[in-house]
């Protein structure tokens, strides 16, 4: 029984072992995910399978737990340590409970960043932010005002009153309204982040502002609500609904025309940025500290602030002419 | 003369020699199993065979080992405990609140460990005296302990643990021998003679077995099953220690899961998941297999996913394939 249980059990192992092999001198770098199996994700891995070929050298080790959550994420770093890979550059589920293992990997002289979901200081060597809050702010009003060349109405649409990241962007729009001559904000409307008062509030919004020309919804939630409420308010061309949404939720408003375009982070571009950064720092010796610049190849310089982290680029702007690529990806 | 009253005639107790016995235990099988991954993992990767990244992969299991010694005692006795996992999530949470107010190392263990057994005697009570199934019983406390954990912490995390608090997951007793190894050793040894050398041993087998008949023959039912919830969550609170030493921090989500991980190890140890059979040597080595499975095929970066699959195709396999000889052979026997 045992020699019948034994072949069986060596040749499932075997079969599934000597699926993956290793070129032994390229630098070697795993891209650490959340969780396997999120179209995100498996996005940023194809970016970095692009900076892979770009570098030549390069061999992307994309991995991660099954269930988002540092236990499962240690026991993958454990492995990439163990295996001495040149660096890991991860997407943390947990900004502390992974410094403990992410310091032995550095010990061990592997290169170590987060990108998207970043890890707390001591446990990596930079963090790449897909934006900054300044990008941001910047970006929502350029979404109206680029559809709007002489002027107009314009309202926002967010989250709720205490929405930290919201009333940032908001805030940061605010700043650059100077840029943006002849737009003007009627109001600020509040959704809390639900379906149905988010299209409430949109409708609201249409009927005490007549002559409104965009919506700015900063919040996923409410941007598909407000597309939905200019539909229904048969105001598909006359307003605008713009901002920050999936394109997955939006391929829909995008099709109606209710909304012309609006901006999220490129998983693609981030996964790429991620790679060019980790070999940067592991194949070419660049000190990634505070006020270090790093080129990550098409995407230009990332410059990192006193924190060690630094932002990307412009959030990338989804319109009728890539939509459907990505509405299958997030 | 004489001859016949001193030369007496041994009648076996057993069909089979006690050698036999052994090479056909489920033990054994379990073994060959651990023996043959273990040498297709040398082959695999050329990373396996080295002492620190054996050392490193212990981690994958041995805080699940330890929760699974005490819950193979209960599933023996025909119990369950499925609110491990949040035991240690509440236990994790009670040692980070008590870090807020400046609680040192020997502080931060004897509050974990009371919480664990706090939570043990939570659960015992439901089943033990108000008689109720203990599968529902800790499908409850599961929510409830993780809850309590939710409702302190949100969506924030615990940090700033004392750096001697570390030593139990962070650190070494000799070379690569780790803190955790050590107490794996000493919980597996401690239960090993509780299970199979002590009266209490006998009569969690005799309650898994019939425990109508355990009444019968003056064993005290309620009491031996009050102590197993008691030690199943004082278990818990030690894995919490160590957990949380390793991690050097504590958010509501910790160890999220680990229930099903721990009741996988027992089974795969064979222990009868309706009680009445099992050993603590088979748990080790189960311990032992689940561990190198997922480090062996995390070293060649498979996948989560593919690795969950490869668990429960051995657990089904191990499971399976000796019932399944066993029917071959009774076929055969009447054909």
Redesign the interface.
């Known amino acids: 029984?045992?020699v019948?249980?034994?072949v069986?059990?060596?040749a499932?192992?075997?079969a599934?072992?000597?699926?993956?092999p290793a070129a032994a001198e390229d630098v070697r770098i795993?891209l650490v995910v959340k969780?396997?199996?999120i179209g995100f994700f498996e996005a940023a891995a194809k970016g970095a399978e692009e900076a892979a070929a770009e570098l030549g050298d390069v061999e992307i080790?994309y991995?991660?737990?099954?269930?988002t959550?540092?236990?499962?994420q240690?026991?993958?770093i454990?492995?990439l340590?163990?295996?001495?890979v040149d660096a890991i550059a991860i997407s943390a589920n947990?900004?502390?409970?992974l410094?403990?293992a992410l310091q032995k990997a550095m010990q061990r002289g592997i290169t170590v960043i987060s990108w998207d979901s970043g890890v707390a200081p001591e446990g990596r060597q930079m963090h790449l932010n897909p934006s900054s809050n300044a990008l941001i702010g910047n970006m929502i009003i350029k979404l109206a005002a680029d559809h709007l060349p002489d002027g107009g109405d314009v309202a926002v649409l967010s989250a709720t009153t205490t929405s930290t990241n919201q009333n940032i962007w908001i805030e940061e729009m605010n700043k650059v309204m100077g840029n943006y001559p002849g737009i003007n904000v009627v109001g600020t409307v509040y959704g809390d982040d639900l379906a149905d008062k988010s299209y409430r509030e949109a409708t609201g919004l249409m009927q005490s502002n007549p002559d409104l020309d965009a919506i700015i919804a900063p919040t996923s939630v409410g941007i598909v609500a407000a597309a939905q409420a200019v539909v229904d308010a048969g105001k598909v061309g006359q307003v605008n609904v713009t901002g920050l949404g999936l394109p997955s939720e939006m391929a829909g408003a995008i099709e109606s025309g209710a909304s012309k375009s609006f901006a999220i982070w490129n998983p693609i571009d981030l996964g790429y940025s991620a790679a060019m950064l980790a070999y940067e720092i592991s194949k070419n010796g660049v000190e990634a500290g505070p006020g270090a610049e790093i080129p990550m190849g098409r995407m230009g310089t990332l410059t990192l602030d006193e924190n060690s982290e630094g932002a990307m680029a412009d959030p990338f702007v989804y319109d009728a002419s890539n939509i459907d690529e990505f509405k299958s990806i997030f | 003369m004489t001859d016949t009253a001193t030369n007496t005639r041994q009648i076996p107790d057993r069909l089979t020699s006690r050698t036999t016995r052994v090479f056909r235990s489920w033990e054994a099988l379990l073994l060959a199993v651990a023996i043959a991954i273990f040498i297709v993992n040398s082959f695999a990767s050329p990373y396996f065979l080295n002492a620190w990244n054996l050392s490193d992969a212990t981690f994958n299991f041995t805080e699940k080992a330890m929760i699974a010694f005490a819950m193979a005692l209960l599933i023996i006795a025909g119990e369950i405990d499925l609110s491990v996992a949040s035991i240690i999530a509440l236990a994790s949470t009670a040692m980070g609140l008590a870090v807020q107010y400046g609680a040192g190392t020997p502080e931060l263990v004897i509050i974990g460990l009371t919480v664990g057994l706090l939570c043990g005697a939570f659960n015992a009570v439901f089943v033990t005296i108000l008689g109720l199934p203990s599968i529902v019983v800790t499908i409850g406390t599961m929510s409830l302990f993780r809850g309590i954990s939710y409702i302190i912490l949100g969506d924030g995390a615990f940090r700033g643990y004392p750096s001697s608090f570390s030593w139990f997951g962070q650190g070494y007793v000799y070379w690569v021998i780790t803190v955790e190894m050590v107490l794996f050793a000493i919980i597996a040894v401690i239960y090993g003679v509780l299970l199979h050398k002590t009266n209490f041993g006998r009569s969690v087998y005799a309650i898994g077995n019939n425990p109508t008949g355990a009444v019968f023959s003056g064993i005290r039912v309620q009491r031996v099953k009050f102590i197993l919830f008691l030690l199943t969550g004082f278990m818990s609170g030690v894995a919490a220690i160590c957990l949380t030493s390793r991690l050097g921090s504590t958010r509501p989500s910790i160890a999220q899961g680990m229930e099903l991980e721990v009741v996988t190890m027992v089974v795969l140890g064979g222990v009868n998941i309706l009680g009445g059979s099992g050993t603590i040597p088979g748990v080790v080595i189960a311990a032992f297999v689940i561990g190198l499975v997922t480090f062996g095929l995390g070293l060649l970066n498979v996948p989560g996913i593919v690795m969950s699959i490869f668990i429960g195709l051995l657990l089904i396999g191990v499971i399976a394939l000796p019932r399944l000889w066993k029917m071959a052979a009774e076929k055969r026997r009447r054909a």
């Open positions: 029984m045992s019948f249980k034994k069986m059990a060596s499932a192992l075997a599934t072992m000597f699926a993956t795993a969780a396997l199996g080790i991995t991660g737990p099954t269930d959550t540092a236990e499962g240690i026991e993958v454990n492995a340590i163990a295996q001495n947990d900004t502390d409970a410094v403990p």
